[in-house]
């Protein structure tokens, strides 16, 4: 079993800017591709970006490109960020860090078998 635990959400104003934690503990993998999605009342889950293998290779949704970033602290993708910038009220959500055994990554939920409780992020306009 792999926990997740995210940390860092709360209100904003839009244009602002916000950074969520993810924390892996529990079974190790040789490779942990971490990735976070949204949810908001009534919609599907959202992928937003996922971090994989040991090059630390990322993937964006084109609606949070080139303003959010996804890093890791170290090789073992343990524990990584989601540096958001130029925030929207669109991206108000709950965020949920999920992890899977790698190499790897995708786009779909379904996929992941660890998930964190999730973590607010409002952003007022």
């Known amino acids: 079993q792999v926990y997740l635990v995210e940390s860092g959400g709360g209100l904003v104003q839009a244009g602002g800017s916000l950074r969520l934690s993810c924390a892996a503990n529990g079974r190790t993998f040789s490779t942990l591709t971490m990735a976070w999605f949204r949810q908001v009342p009534g919609k599907d889950r959202e992928f937003v970006a996922a971090?994989?293998?040991?090059?630390?290779?990322?993937?964006y949704a084109d609606s949070v490109k080139a303003r959010f970033t996804l890093s890791r602290e170290s090789a073992d993708n343990k524990l990584v960020y989601l540096q958001m910038n130029s925030l929207g009220p669109e991206d108000t959500a709950v965020y949920y860090c999920?992890?899977?055994?790698?190499?790897?990554?995708?786009?779909?939920?379904?996929?992941?078998?660890?998930w964190g409780r999730g973590t607010q992020v409002n952003v007022s306009s």
């Open positions: 999920a992890a899977m055994p790698g190499p790897g990554w995708s786009r779909l939920p379904d996929h992941y078998g660890f």
């Open positions: 971090l994989s293998n040991e090059q630390g290779d990322t993937a």
